[in-house]
């Protein structure tokens, strides 16, 4: 029985060495990567800006600090306050996130409200093209029409927009960032996990719930691989696209998961390649059988996993 224990304790000793050893190298290499990558200093411009909030705060909190750091004056406010601060502060711009399910009462006349006041006004959706149903009878009430959806900027444009811009999004790097994490951590998070065909055998290590913000940065922190999977262009079952226009471009989570140093594996699409080198900063597959094969790969082959979730810190 003593042996037994002794034994026992001399592999849990290795294991944990091994761990330790493992995450003190990822976090030495993450730190490598913010040292070097420092973001260019920009000017402030001469401009006041009201920024009103979508309620989610991984990319309010986002826009809302990078706007303080490049216009003279930034303020954040919700969508019920929108037209009598815009009144009080008189702003340059009042930009709008998404504008979805955000006004008190009817959006358009809210818009119309702050144009009255020769205040010029922009809606930035980051949903696209998901709710385009909506969307499109919103945009033509902005001065300024921005999308992260490159499929998208023909339909504004064809409704009578003149201003149509693609502005992708980019990542809160106060929130999202390479840190320490329990071990509880490593392991599968997020919802529809049950529909796995054999979820029954992968149950125990699987947290089946949504994940708050503050969460899912140490679920990314926690896992080896992350899998990055876009919803479809179409849902039969909540249909708010029904031009059912494609989604070519990337998510706000594949900003995230980069951030946190992370190997991230996604499926393409098409401004991915103007961000992120395949195979040298991310990994991309077209099948599930591509897919297991990559997992596989990294699983087994740990430097060449950490060469892409932190390509600036090797060689």
Known sequence: MSKTIT????VGRERGFLAGKEHGVRMWRCQAVIDVVRPA????????????VQGFDA?????????????REAYTATATDMVRLAEELRPDLVLVMNGLH????EHKEHVEQVKLMGIRTAIWFADDPYFTDHTASLAPHYDYVFTHELSCLALYREIGCQQVHYLPLAVNTSVYKPMHVAPE???LAGSLWDQLRHYSLLEQGIKL?????????KYYNGAKIVMNVHRLSYDETYNKNSKNLPGHSINPRTYEISAC??????????????????GHDIETFDSAEELIQKMQH??????????????????
């Open 41 to 52: 200093a920009l000017p402030l411009r001469e401009a006041k800006v009201l920024f009103i």
């Open 261 to 278: 140093g992370t190997l991230q594996i996604t499926d393409y699409r098409h401004d991915l390649d103007q961000y992120y080198t395949p």
């Open 185 to 187: 951590y490593r392991s």
């Open 298 to 315: 990294y699983l087994i082959h740990e430097e060449d996993r950490m060469r892409i979730a932190m390509p600036c810190s090797i060689g």
């Open 102 to 105: 955000l006004f008190p009462t």
């Open 209 to 217: 719930q949504w994940i708050p913000i503050e969460e899912s940065v």
């Open 59 to 71: 990319i309010d909190g986002g826009i809302s600090q990078g706007l303080q750091q490049t216009v």
């Open 7 to 10: 034994a026992n304790s001399t």
